[in-house]
């Protein structure tokens, strides 16, 4: 327990033993490797509403519940589009993330924990690629990925579709059972943890508390994650030293 004192990211009473077998790493971009300042958040926002009241030739507050809608029911607010109006997703994916990318800092703490992990990574995003692209050269971690799945290479489908996440296993061959994800969005688990995979939802800082009080007190089914950490550059540092103590598996 005192090795965990040295770890912010984690809860005393996590036992990260079943990560001595993970040999495969799945990070989600938005929100999880990096989290939008509040003025390029409402920049993504704008965008989106535009391009929809621009297609639909809706009023700015129907285009933001057309939005919202789409996006509750489809994972993506592009699947809906794309699915009942015929919008190019293209088009919308290309005009929403045409921003300026130099917001993002870079995060070589992040950096440095994300290359300590053993076995290759990779990212699973609803997002476009060459978005991807722009994120993660300025987050300083181009170099650290083994591939991209984006809306496109994943067959146009937007997670939670399952659909996501069978093609990322048969892409790649990752053993789900030896496979860690890690998401902002509870719902983007549920899959995951269904094939086996250790599942952890990123929370934004100083909510995992709260986030733990309500989950403790559901009464539903299990909860989609294994962990949380509002700390994911810590928590990957208990990971990789957890693996490294410990003889891997062939």
């Known amino acids: 327990m005192a090795r965990r004192a040295l770890h912010p990211g984690v809860d005393p009473d996590d036992d990260l033993s079943p990560f001595r077998d993970v040999n495969v790493w799945v990070f989600d971009l938005d929100d999880t490797l990096y989290a939008p300042t509040p003025e390029l ?46 919008v190019s997703p293209d088009a919308y994916l290309a005009y929403v993330h045409d921003i300026d990318h130099s917001a993002i800092a870079p995060n070589p703490e ?16 609803n997002s476009p690629l060459h978005h991807a692209g722009k994120v993660l050269a300025r987050l300083g971690m181009s170099d650290l990925f083994a591939g991209i799945f984006d809306f496109a290479r994943s067959g146009q ?10 093609r990322l296993i048969a892409e790649t061959g990752a053993d789900p059972r030896r496979t860690a994800i890690f998401e902002d969005l509870a719902r983007n688990l549920i899959e995951p943890r269904r094939l086996g995979m250790a599942t952890i939802l990123v929370l934004p800082p100083g909510t995992r508390d709260v986030f733990r009080a309500s989950w403790d007190l559901e009464k539903g089914p299990e909860p989609a994650a294994h962990f949380l950490t509002e700390n994911l550059a810590a928590f990957l540092r208990a990971v990789a030293e957890e693996t490294s103590t410990h003889d891997r598996p062939a």
């Open 110 to 125: 992040l950096a440095e924990a994300i290359a300590a992990l053993p076995g290759p990574r990779y990212v699973l995003t």
């Open 41 to 86: 958040a409402a920049i993504y926002d704008e965008r989106m509403r535009s391009f929809i009241r621009r297609e639909l030739n809706l009023s700015a507050t129907e285009a933001d519940r057309v939005r919202q809608d789409l996006y509750g029911r489809y994972g993506a607010t592009v699947r809906g589009l794309m699915t009942e109006h015929g």
């Open 157 to 166: 489908y937007a997670k939670p579709h399952p659909n996501v996440y069978a």
